[in-house]
C-alpha cells in the first residue's frame, strides 16, 4: 500500500526527510508544500480540506478555485489522486450532487484523477455504488464513527469491508482510508493506500522524545515516524468477520449480494 504522509510538516528540513523519495498528501487549505511536494515525491495525493474548513466553522460552499487547482497540479507525473469534495454532516443526496459535478467525471481516464468519499455514517449501499464506478473511493470516518479504532469504529469498517470486498476478499475497487494511517489500523484492513498527519504532530512535541537515545533533530524524528509507519503494509485480501457484522446486525437487510 501507499503511505501518504500529510503536509504541511515543518521545518522544511523535516518535511524533506518524512516524504523524499516517499509520498505525500497535500490539503487544498495548506497547500505550503506542494511544490516540494511534487519535486521529491514518487507521487502525491491532493485533500480537498473539506474536514479542515468544517472543524473551523467555515465549510467550503464553492468548489471552484479547488478545480482550478486540479486543473493545474494533476498534469504533474507523480500525481496520484485528488479527493472529491464532499459535505461532512451532509446527506447522501448533497455529496452524489457534488460528486456528479467533478469537472474530470466523464470519462474513465478522467474518472481516474478524482476519488468520491463514503462517509461511515452513511448507507452501505452508496458505498457499493461508489465502488462500482469509481476506480478509487475514500472512505472517511464520520458521525457516530468519527473516531478511529474504537470499537464501534471496527464494527462499522468491517461490515463496510464485507460490503466492498467479493468472495475472495478482494476490494472492488482501489480503497484509501483518510486518517488511518495508523499500522494497528491500515494492517488489518485491505486498502491501497492510507493518510494522516501523524508526522506534522509529532515531530515537534519535544515531551514526546525523551531519554539519553532520543534524536534531537527533527528530520532524525521525521524519518524514525516514517520508518515505523512505513515497515507495515494493509491486508491483501480481507477475511469477513462474522462477530463483528453481528453488532450492526438491523444493517444486513442493506447489504446486497455482489458477485
Known sequence: MIHYHGTPITPESACLSAISGGHAFVSFCRPDQISLAIEVCQS???DNGAFSAWKNGKPIADWSRYYEWVGVIHRYPSFDFA??????????QANDALVAEWPWRGTAKGRSVGA???HMHESLGRLQRLALEWPRVCIGSSGEFSTVG???WWGRIAVAMNTVCDKNGTPFCKLHGLRMLNPDVFSRLPLSSADSTNIARN???D?????PYSPASKPARAAILRGRIEAAQSLPFWTKARAQVELFAHESAEQAILP
Open 150 to 152: 474504537d470499537s464501534k
Open 83 to 92: 479527493v472529491i469534495p464532499d459535505v461532512i454532516d451532509g446527506d447522501e
Open 44 to 46: 502525491f495525493a491532493v
Open 207 to 211: 515531551s514526546r522524545w525523551s531519554g
Open 116 to 118: 468520491p468519499v463514503w
Open 203 to 205: 515531530v515537534g512535541i
